[in-house]
């Protein structure tokens, strides 16, 4: 059935909105990944949300509703957050052959759930580091232009209010027509990250 996706800023609440989809409308929970940021690291990004998508895949066969908990496309979005060419354009080829080969897809759904930057700090292990470690307002930047590219439906979340948030996004999913494989959106992907 529906596969969505949640991401947002690293402590925003992500896993906290999943596990409330899980424990109210029986949704299956796929976890983030805890991709790597370094260019030797490339690989293992690249078959780590593999797994997630097939996963995904096989469990909406079996369940009304998957929840990616953060987006298979993450590591290659902090990778240009970040600055990290080398790493991007490593992971660019991996990421771009497994769409081609339909080993990685678009959900169905997108969720971006948010926080403000002081409800951000606050979760943050480092406290007052966080805008070096976590570009959230360049983060939320990259996702509004890249959803408002795609035919896809996004909902807006805002940190503590999970309950209500899971209430809406069931509320308001929409049957819609698989394009999970169209490569048009991974070439829209391929455009922002590419994008000064």
Known sequence: ???????????SGKTTLSLELADRYGAYIIPASSFRDRSEDAWQDYIDEQKRWKLAIDKSRLHALVVLDGDLYAPLVYARLRHRQHHLEQLLLHFRAAFLENRLGMPDHYVYHDASFELLQRRYPGGSSLQKTVPAEAHRRFYTDFLNSLPIRMYHTKAGREEAAARDITRHLTAVPPRRYDVSFFQKIEHLLHRS
């Open 1 to 11: 059935m529906s596969i969505i996706c949640i991401e947002g800023p690293p402590f």
